[in-house]
């Protein structure tokens, strides 16, 4: 088992950045891909961006290319998301996930491959 705490998320006008950052505590973190989900409300939970355990490999939800960024300190077993011109659709609840599985080289992007959550921060981006 692994715990995950959230933090960072707040409120921010259109076109402004927040960083969210994911404590990770209770196995090696460093063998596990880590990503970042999100739930706005009504909706389903929905795969964000994810890093690779060896950092070398990152992913993203086409709506976020280029304009969030996924990092990791594996020194620190911390997880970061930089989130850059952020919109009103971003708003939503933002959870750090554990892959399930050590040395995936893909990130996955299912849910069902994550079988540790941190309890969520809200992000609200008002226009």
């Known amino acids: 088992q692994v715990q995950l705490v959230e933090s960072g998320g707040g409120l921010v006008q259109a076109g402004g950045s927040l960083r969210l950052s994911c404590a990770a505590s209770?196995?090696?973190?460093?063998?596990?891909?880590m990503a970042w989900f999100r739930q706005a409300p009504g909706k389903e939970r929905e795969f964000v961006a994810g890093?690779?355990?060896?950092?070398?490999?990152?992913r993203y939800v086409d709506s976020v290319k280029g304009r969030f960024t996924i990092s990791r300190d594996n020194a620190n077993d911390m997880v970061y998301l930089q989130m850059n011109s952020l919109k009103p659709e971003d708003t939503a609840v933002y959870y750090c996930?554990?892959?399930?599985?050590?040395?995936?080289?893909?990130?996955?992007?299912?849910?069902?491959?994550?079988?540790?959550w941190g309890q969520g921060t809200q992000v609200t981006v008002s226009s």
């Open positions: 996930a554990a892959d399930r599985l050590q040395y995936r080289v893909i990130v996955a992007r299912s849910l069902a491959e994550y079988d540790n």
């Open positions: 209770g196995r090696t973190f460093s063998t596990y891909a």
């Open positions: 890093i690779a355990w060896s950092d070398s490999n990152t």
